[in-house]
């Protein structure tokens, strides 16, 4: 019984993980993607902005 019980305990966290890793990895990425997104619109602002003077 103690076993079954020390497996639970173990494979419970995994199985947390497994089901929030995924989302939380999207969500980065999602955020990540739209970090450079906006990056990439400001340099190409700033670099517009430069060869205009």
């Excluded at 019984?1 to 990895?25: E, G, N």
């Amino acid at each position: 019984m103690t076993q079954i019980s020390i497996a639970l305990l173990t494979f419970r966290p995994f199985l947390c993980l497994a089901y929030v890793l995924p989302k939380y990895c999207l969500y980065i990425a999602y955020i990540q993607k739209t970090f450079y997104l906006r990056m990439d619109t400001e340099i190409g602002m700033y670099l517009n902005h430069s060869t205009d003077i």
